[in-house]
Every structure is written in C-alpha cells, then in structure tokens.
C-alpha cells in the first residue's frame, strides 16, 4: 500500500473538532453538550441576508469571478472606507472563508522552509495551513499572567534568522482576546522596515473591540504598505459561518496577481455565500450594536464567573469572543476528553478545547483551555456551573478541594 506523504502525516488534528465523536456519544446517551471549544455564535444572521438567499433565482447558479463578485468587492471596499481604511475594489480578492485567505498568502509570501513568526498561543488551524504550504512556523511566547500581550520586539529579534520571511498576527486575538494597540504595532512595523519582512495579519475580529479600546488595523501602517497581507471574513461579523466567505487585503499589486493566479485555478469563491454576505454587508449600526451589546454582557459574565471558580484564572479579554482558561487540572486533553466520556450533571457536559493544540512550542498549555462565549447567558451560566462540578469531580485535579 503506498505511503502517506510526510505533509499528511505531519497535519495535526483540529484541537478545536478533534472530541467531536466523544460529543457525538455523549449526546446519543441524552447529555446535552454546552459547545464552548468552537467560534460557532447562536446569534441570527441578519433577517435580509436570509431573504436575499430565499429570493435568488434557482434557474441557474453560475461561476462567479475569480476574484469574487464585482458588486460585493466594491461594498466590501466602502465597507473599509467607511473604517478609515484606504481600500479600492481592485486591492480586494475574496475567498472561501478566511482559511484560504491565509493559505494564499502562504502560499504566494513564503518559498518552500522559509519561516513566518507568531506569537503563541495562536488559532490552532494555521499549524495546518502552513505544513500544507510548507512554510515553518517560529514561535514566540506571550504569557497568560500578563494577558497574552505581544512579547517584547527583542524576542522576535531572536528568532529571526536567514529564512525568516514574515510575522503573522491575529487582532483581536484567537484564541485570547487580546487586543494589539497602536504602539505595539507601530514596533512591529519598525521590525518589518528593518528586515524586510512580510506582515500578514488576520483581522476577522475587529468588530468586536471593549472597554472603550479601537482597533487598529495593519492597512493603516502606511510605511509597510507594500509588505501588508489582511485577511478577514464575514463569518462571525455577520454570524454566518457556513456560507464560507473572507477577503484578502494588500496593496502589493504583485501580491494580489500572484494571488489570482490560485483564484483561477479554484475557479470562484461561493457564489450563494457572496449573495448573504453583499447582503449582510448592509445590515443597520443597529444590528452590530446589539451583537456587540450582547457579547460584551456574555464576556462579562462568564469570566468573571470563571474567575470565581477555585483555582481558575482567566485574564479579562479585550476583543473577539474567546478565552484562554487556567484550570487547576493535570492534562487538558484528558481532562476535556473525561467530560465529554465519564462526567455529566443535571444531564449536561461541557466540550472546550485543549489548549495544548494552540501552541506550537510542545510542553505548554498542558494546563489551559480554550473557551468561546459564543453562546446565551443562561447556557454560559449552566456551563459554568457544570464546569465547577466536573472540576471538583476531576480525578487529576491539581488543587485541593
């Protein structure tokens, strides 16, 4: 039987849907299963983008462009506009999710063993997406006791070496929350000007910024505009994971018909996913005040709770909806594992994910999870309280009762 290929073999599994079937067995025994391991919100998609797909006309679904629609690249670009962000329609090539975007920009930034740095710990799938395009992953560590801040300009220097090509962020952070300032960028764009790097940065929260903080985004770093990647989605601005629609962002020229050269071999983006998210795009203020409202109460309430439980620590997150959790636990995978096959109460569980599957130096996190406050609070409160039991119930707890 022929070999798998090294790539394939190295491929990690998802540390957010890889206990999906130990869920899938609790709910067939009747548990209900609290979902905090994944970035799926229960908030509706706005009412007028589901109407835009109930009123499309089904005669025919065609190829769309490969750079995606006409129609919603030039909203998409007034949409950035309307942020302070310089964008023309011709700097804008839409993708299937924000997952190809950034396979992309592997693909078209970094030759085959050359290197990109990010700070750890970072959303688990960029581990696939760069052993699937070859390009080696450098990590730096920021720290759950000072909020996961971006590490100091001296660590990056570090690990900078003759195959460092590129620094790769997420701002708002997944899976921390934390949120990079004006400052902390500014450093960074020194640091590109001084080695010649590129920045790609994954800016699929930027909606969701707290406690009076904004969002500064990579395409306002007017010194490195050649060297800036973004990429974005609609996926959770608009709570429309499965129509699979994000954009990549650069003023490189170069980068972006490099770049349409895979948009043609993939032939179009969704062309049903393109229609709800156009659509989406002109949802009312009223609609992202509210769901900002809404996650702001949720963040609230659920990490204090958290923080409340013995032995638990969560900093406070200033963006997006996720949190990295210190549980006073032996091994986060067997513990996530063990709620999932032997726990429950009141009939429920509650699946997170591993935090060992977010880091890419082996032997951190073993103590950490990551959660997402994605859903009401009442359900967040029912997890919270299951979660305190299981802790107590837990036989590698590493506090004492």
């Known amino acids: 039987m022929p070999a798998i290929s090294n790539r394939g073999v190295e491929l990690p599994e998802s540390a957010i849907r890889k206990l999906v079937p130990y869920a899938e067995k609790a709910k067939a025994l009747g548990r209900k299963?609290?979902?905090?391991?994944?970035?799926q919100p229960d908030i509706k998609t706005p009412q007028h983008a589901i109407e835009r797909?109930?009123?499309?006309?089904?005669?025919?679904?065609?190829?769309?462009?490969?750079?995606?629609?006409d129609t919603y690249r030039k909203k998409l670009a007034q949409y950035y506009r309307d942020r302070n962000l310089e964008v023309d329609a011709s700097q804008i090539l839409i993708t299937t999710?924000?997952?190809?975007?950034?396979?992309f920009a592997f693909m078209v930034c970094f030759n085959p063993g050359e290197e990109v740095i990010i700070p750890e710990p970072f959303y688990a799938n960029y581990q696939s997406f760069a052993i699937a395009n070859d390009v080696v992953i450098k990590p730096i560590t920021s720290t759950i006791e000072n909020g996961f801040q971006l590490p100091s300009i001296a660590e990056f220097e570090k690990v900078i070496g003759p195959k460092t090509k590129g620094i790769f962020i997420c701002n708002p952070n997944n899976p921390t929350g934390y949120v990079y300032s004006r400052e902390e960028l500014l450093q960074l764009q020194d640091l590109v000007l001084r080695y010649d790097l590129f920045l790609i940065a994954d800016e699929v929260y930027s909606e969701f910024v707290y406690d009076g903080k904004s969002h500064y985004s990579v395409l306002e770093l007017n010194r490195i505009r050649e060297n800036v990647v973004m990429v974005d989605s609609?996926?959770?601005?608009?709570?429309?994971c499965g129509i699979r629609i994000g954009s990549l962002v650069s003023k490189n020229k170069n980068v972006i018909q490099t770049i349409a050269k895979l948009a043609m071999a993939r032939l179009c983006p969704p062309m049903l996913?393109?229609?709800?998210?156009?659509?989406?795009?002109?949802?009312?203020?009223?609609?992202?005040?509210?769901?900002?409202?809404?996650?702001?109460?949720?963040?609230?309430?659920?990490?204090?709770?958290?923080?409340?439980?013995?032995?638990?620590?969560?900093?406070?997150?200033?963006?997006?909806?996720y949190s990295m959790v210190e549980l006073p636990i032996d091994d986060s995978d067997r513990f996530c594992q063990w709620m999932l096959e032997e726990f429950e109460y009141k009939?429920?569980?509650?699946?997170?994910?591993?935090?060992?599957g977010f880091y890419?130096?082996?032997?951190?996190?073993?103590?950490?999870?990551?959660?997402?406050?994605?859903?009401?609070?009442?359900?967040?409160k029912e997890a919270v309280e299951c979660l305190e039991v299981a802790l107590m119930s837990y036989p590698g707890r590493t506090v004492k009762k």
């Open 360 to 380: 890419s130096t082996s032997g951190i996190g073993n103590n950490q999870v990551r959660v997402a406050y994605v859903l009401n609070v009442e359900d967040l």
């Open 53 to 69: 797909i109930r009123n499309f006309n089904f005669d025919l679904i065609p190829y769309g462009h490969s750079f995606g629609n």
């Open 97 to 103: 999710g924000g997952s190809e975007a950034i396979s």
């Open 234 to 240: 609609v996926s959770k601005r608009f709570s429309a």
């Open 273 to 321: 996913g393109q229609v709800v998210a156009e659509s989406a795009v002109d949802s009312p203020s009223e609609y992202m005040e509210d769901v900002y409202k809404e996650y702001l109460q949720r963040r609230d309430y659920f990490i204090n709770a958290l923080n409340k439980i013995d032995g638990v620590f969560s900093p406070m997150p200033m963006g997006a909806f």
């Open 347 to 356: 009939g429920a569980t509650v699946m997170m994910a591993p935090a060992s």
């Open 33 to 39: 299963v609290y979902h905090l391991n994944i970035g």
